[in-house]
């Protein structure tokens, strides 16, 4: 089961060559894919501060992940608790929920981002 990081979603609907093959992969195959809503969070303030210019709307969006049967994780008291837990070598408060939402919920998490590979976390790329 695999817990799918906010670029690596963005690539996948971008059709993006940076997004592996692998990854695209397991993300089109995969009968089993989740998605933090931390990563709609974290797009909709993206999109609002202009860092991120994408046509879809974050219903868009959700709408996208029941099309590709991406299960959508609430934020559990868990999660945060585990944030707690994780070194500051990565300061990005939504990868962090991320990070501690995969290993909570032993998920791999698909990710290219070189600072969550500094984890002991289970990765795919």
């Excluded at 060559?17 to 397991?26: F, G, I, K, P, W």
């Excluded at 300061?91 to 995969?102: C, Q, S």
Aim: charge should be negative; charged fraction near 25%.
């Amino acid at each position: 089961m695999y817990l799918i990081d906010t670029c690596a979603f963005l690539w996948f609907l971008d059709d993006n060559l940076s997004l592996s093959a692998n990854a695209r992969e397991v993300i089109e195959k995969s009968d089993r894919l989740y998605l933090s809503i931390a990563s709609l969070w974290e797009i909709a303030i993206k999109k609002t501060i202009k860092k991120l210019d994408i046509e879809e709307s974050i219903t868009d969006l959700g709408n996208i992940c029941k099309q590709y049967n991406i299960i959508i994780l609430p934020i559990k008291i868990r999660y945060l608790e585990r944030i707690q837990q994780l070194p500051m070598i990565h300061g990005d408060p939504f990868d962090r929920l991320i990070m501690a939402t995969a290993m909570e919920e032993n998920l791999l998490l698909i990710t290219h981002d070189s600072n969550i590979r500094k984890y002991n976390i289970d990765l795919f790329w």
